[in-house]
């Protein structure tokens, strides 16, 4: 008993796994940023989740809507877990992605995305919406980063009316956009 716990005690303390330092040292500027050590790092570039060639895709309020093949370092943002099946949209800039389980995405009931993003999660991800035909933005979600595998945040939203929204994602220091259609709701 003792040697296993002393055996798991070198095999923790001799991890490769980079310490995430507290999300108000993480920056997207070029430098700054200090370890809990007191350390200069290097600054968090985003996985860039611009889709391959051979992926499908349409366009819908602007925005693309791919199917098929997923870039891969989405692939390994997902945990190498990608929803097989659903069709995804990625960000400006592209450092997220959402697959979509509800397709097409109709206002009025929640909808499930599952957002991915190319950077390590801190906190929450805030969604707010605001509709393209104007006024102001409102926070649909607060999702909390604990869901496994990969860098993912599970959400069930619902938009007020149909049309072209624009969604704001933020986590941590980053900030993403992407422009969704919400259909009416079938009766």
Not at 6 to 21: D, E, K
Not at 22 to 34: F, K, M, Q, S
Not at 62 to 83: E, I, K, Q, W
Request: proline share 11%; hydrophobic share 40%.
């Amino acid at each position: 008993m003792i040697r296993t716990l002393c055996l798991a005690a070198v095999l923790i303390g001799c991890t490769s796994t980079p310490t995430v330092p507290p999300a108000a040292d993480r920056t997207n500027e070029p430098a700054g940023r200090v370890s809990p050590g007191g350390a200069s790092l290097p600054p968090i570039t985003p996985r860039d989740f611009t889709p391959a060639g051979s992926t499908n895709r349409v366009v819908v309020c602007g925005m693309a809507v791919y199917s098929g093949l997923v870039p891969d370092a989405l692939d390994f943002a997902t945990g190498r877990n990608v929803p097989r099946g659903h069709r995804y949209v990625v960000t400006r800039p592209a450092t997220a992605a959402g697959f979509l389980f509800d397709d097409p995405l109709q206002a009025g009931k929640p909808q499930k995305v599952l957002w991915v993003v190319g950077a390590p999660r801190v906190g929450p991800l805030i969604i707010e919406a605001r509709h393209h035909d104007g006024g102001p933005s409102s926070q649909v979600a607060r999702l909390e980063s604990g869901a496994l595998p990969g860098e993912i945040y599970p959400s069930s939203f619902q938009l007020p009316r149909a049309g072209c929204w624009e969604l704001t994602l933020r986590w941590g220091s980053f900030e993403a956009k992407v422009d969704l259609e919400f259909t009416e709701a079938a009766r």
